[in-house]
């Protein structure tokens, strides 16, 4: 599986908002906001801080990918 994060980015967008935004109003990290950026994983407790900041749930803001079997 792969994760996508592009309905947070989205979300941002709708929101007006920037990825400093986002990291100061969820209190985390910037290496957090680069993993984020880059489509690496990131801890629970990251992605909770992100939903209560943004007011959504985490399928709102992450999607699971499956792989081409084709190619694996």
Known sequence: MEISYKKLWKL?????MKK???QVSA???WASVTKLSKGEAVSMDV?????KAMDCNIGDIVDL???DKTNA
């Open 47 to 51: 992605l909770i801080k992100v939903c």
């Open 12 to 16: 941002l967008i709708d929101r007006d």
């Open 65 to 67: 990918i499956p792989k």
């Open 20 to 22: 400093k935004d986002l």
């Open 27 to 29: 209190g985390i990290s």
